[in-house]
């Protein structure tokens, strides 16, 4: 099944953007359980242990790059996603 890059693109780049936002306002609102929270997604990690305050340019720059780097990986997964598809496999 070949997908259709521009809907696939802007599909995963709003996603992203999204969590990147609920995640932003959840750390900003809840810095301390935000953090626990993450303790816990990457497994052995104190991410306590590393002295940062997110200020509102890093949250914007943060954002920007989120978005920038999934629209890059999105084009590339969908080239060789209908590339395969094309050589190997949907008709």
């Known amino acids: 099944m ?3 890059p521009k809907q696939f693109v802007i599909t995963l780049s709003t996603f992203i953007g999204v969590i990147y ?5 959840l750390i ?3 810095p301390v359980t ?6 816990l997604i990457f497994h052995g990690m104190d991410l306590t ?4 305050e997110i200020s509102f340019p890093d949250i914007i720059y943060g954002f920007i ?3 920038i780097s999934t629209i890059i990986f999105s ?4 080239y ?4 395969f598809d094309q050589k190997y496999g949907g008709k």
């Open 65 to 67: 790059v989120s978005i």
């Open 80 to 83: 060789l996603w209908n590339y």
């Open 28 to 30: 900003t609102l809840a």
């Open 21 to 25: 936002v609920i995640c932003a306002i």
């Open 34 to 39: 935000s953090m626990k929270v993450a303790n």
């Open 75 to 78: 084009m590339i997964f969908v």
């Open 2 to 4: 070949k997908i259709n």
């Open 49 to 52: 242990k590393i002295p940062k």
